[in-house]
T-cell receptor, first 112, second 114 residues
Framework: QKEVEQNSGPLSVPEGAIASLNCTYS??????FFWYRQYSGKSPELIMF????GDKEDGRFTAQLNKASQYVSLLIRDSQPSDSATYLC????????????FGQGTELSVKP | DTEVTQTPKHLVMGMTNKKSLKCEQH?????MYWYKQKAKKPPELMFV???????INESVPSRFSPECPNSSLLNLHLHALQPEDSALYLC?????????????FGDGTRLSIL
């Protein structure tokens, strides 16, 4: 069983719509949750992190965490073609030092 | 511009060569990381340094040798690599300490082994 799973892509949304990216994790001791955006040929860029249950908003991005359900999501409002990228969910377990466990990534395509 | 700087950006080397990848950060972070990333795959952790000491080695072959000369610098020494080692090598840093903090990646070094 994979430790971090993301919904399979590619995910295609029209410009201006809300893109919803989902991630589940298996380690109940996980404490820190991250979303990275990676453009083709580039390095991952941190866009959101969340440590507590609930929502965290930053501009057009909202991260949602539900530790009881072991679920974390990323919502992108007013999606733009420039949001087209692969989004990586990463989880840091409480007893794994600095090790991040990455999901396989979801490719998002925003169509004009 | 990223706050984690990696050099070189591209590297082509033969299987008998010795080369080094370099990483520098000036964010006062005390944890630094090396990752390897293949196309269409997530980054794969290789090494973690915490307060200049190696804390995680993910069973990486000995042809990869990390070094942390000080809290701002991280090197990865390469020797006798194989074609399958061709990949994007990413350095990252984070606050470190008990909470570790978010990891910030450099732009990476794209390595090709002939």
């Amino acid at each position: 069983q994979k430790e971090v799973e993301q919904n399979s892509g590619p995910l295609s949304v029209p410009e201006g719509a809300i893109a919803s990216l989902n991630c589940t994790y298996s380690d109940r001791g996980s404490q820190s949750f991250f979303w990275y955006r990676q453009y083709s040929g580039k390095s991952p860029e941190l866009i959101m992190f969340i440590y507590s249950n609930g929502d965290k908003e930053d501009g057009r991005f909202t991260a949602q965490l539900n530790k009881a359900s072991q679920y974390v999501s990323l919502l992108i409002r007013d999606s733009q073609p420039s949001d087209s990228a692969t989004y990586l969910c990463a989880v840091n377990g409480g007893n794994q030092g600095g090790k991040l466990i990455f999901g396989q990534g979801t490719e998002l395509s925003v169509k004009p | 511009d990223t706050e984690v700087t990696q050099t070189p950006k591209h590297l082509v080397m033969g299987m008998t060569n010795k080369k080094s990848l370099k990483c520098e950060q000036h964010m006062g972070h005390r944890a630094m990381y090396w990752y390897k990333q293949k196309a269409k795959k997530p980054p794969e952790l290789m090494f973690v340094y915490s307060y200049e000491k190696l804390s995680i080695n993910e069973s990486v072959p000995s042809r990869f040798s990390p070094e942390c000369p000080n809290s701002s610098l991280l090197n990865l020494h390469l020797h006798a690599l194989q074609p399958e080692d061709s990949a994007l090598y990413l350095c990252a840093s984070s606050q470190g300490g008990q909470s570790w903090g978010p990891q910030h990646f450099g732009d990476g070094t794209r390595l090709s082994i002939l």
